[in-house]
């Protein structure tokens, strides 16, 4: 049994994908939805349509991926319509709607506008972009998230989550922390890709990408060990009452089962999802569940948050 609870839901796998993932249009997400992923995220919306930074702008590597895709999306309206069609469905799990304005004020507008909408899913600010030229990420300017978060949750009522970039400092986890156990956020969504990485191919003496010169985000095998970490300082920091996404790093079902075990409540799959399509859940689905079988676990309850030390 894979049933996952997250604040007042439950999902029939703890999978899902990572945003910016195969969810920039209704196909993928339709996609998606038919998948064995639990629910989905859209790709982090602008108020307008952004055609983002020139190509190539990602390129999957032998360990993971970089990218600087600099927000190309089709414009909050498009994501809004979405997720509020797919409400009407019983059979559609709850969704999530990611946003990320390119400043504050932009934030706030479309939580303004999320909040005066129907939707009754999760939204997820996005404080961690990386990749748009001249902008830095929210999430490493600590007074800049604590501004943005008394603001947010002046004007928005529904259940919010925020998406971190990734933290190496224990005294980080400890500032972050105690802004954001202030407020109360449904989740955290940890980590987004390990900001401005730089690949070098050494035979054409090249980097990977376009965009800055070839600092991108860093995705895949490269970053579970700093995703795993993020998500056991904040479990060990954060209320109980916020619930934690899992994210980065994950290629089969023991990555899954590490996430869950270090106190992620769900997780979400960027990279592999890129090099798989969304059959990749179906795989991870039926590698968790081998998992747990051989171990005698029969929910993730069983192990969930578990983790054990030396
Ligand atoms: C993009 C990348 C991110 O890591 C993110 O959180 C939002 C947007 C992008 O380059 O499109």
Redesign the pocket.
């Known amino acids: 049994d894979l049933t996952a609870s997250f604040h007042d839901h439950t999902f029939q796998t703890p999978l899902m994908n990572a945003?910016?993932v195969y969810c920039y249009t209704t196909e993928e997400l339709d996609n998606l939805l038919a998948s064995k992923a639990g629910t989905l995220v859209t790709k982090?919306a602008t108020i307008n349509y952004r055609a983002?930074?020139p190509e190539p702008?990602y390129r999957n590597l032998a360990l993971g991926s970089i990218?600087?895709?600099?927000?190309?999306?089709e414009g909050l309206a498009y994501y809004l319509d979405y997720v509020l069609k797919k409400q009407a469905d019983p059979t559609v799990p709850t969704l999530f709607l990611s946003v990320?304005g390119i400043s504050m004020a932009e934030d706030l507008d479309m939580l303004s506008t999320i909040d005066q909408s129907d939707f009754n899913g999760l939204t997820e600010l996005?404080l961690?972009?990386?990749?748009?030229p001249g902008k830095p990420q929210v999430a490493y300017d600590f007074e800049a998230t604590e501004k943005m978060l008394a603001a947010a949750f002046e004007r928005f009522h529904k259940p919010l989550g925020v998406?971190l970039p990734p933290y190496f400092d224990l005294t980080q986890f400890d500032i972050v922390a105690q802004i954001l156990n202030q407020y109360p956020l449904a989740y955290i969504n940890t980590i987004?890709?390990i900001?401005n990485g730089l690949y070098i191919d050494v035979d054409s003496e090249t980097v990977a990408i376009k965009p800055k010169g070839g600092f991108g985000?860093l995705g895949g095998a490269y970053v579970l060990p700093t995703a795993l970490a993020n998500v056991h300082a904040f479990r060990q920091r954060l209320n109980p009452e916020i619930a934690i996404i899992g994210t980065g790093g994950i290629e089969n079902g023991a990555d899954v089962f590490a996430h869950l075990l270090a106190g992620a409540d769900l997780v979400q799959v960027g990279t592999q999802l890129m090099k798989d399509g969304p059959d990749v859940f179906t795989r991870l689905a039926a590698e968790l569940a081998d998992i747990m079988n051989a171990k005698g676990y029969h929910k993730l309850a069983d192990f969930k948050g578990k983790l054990k030390t030396l």
């Open positions: 945003s910016g982090s983002g930074n702008r990218n600087s895709m600099g927000l190309p999306n990320a996005n961690s972009c990386p990749n748009v998406k987004n890709s900001g985000g």
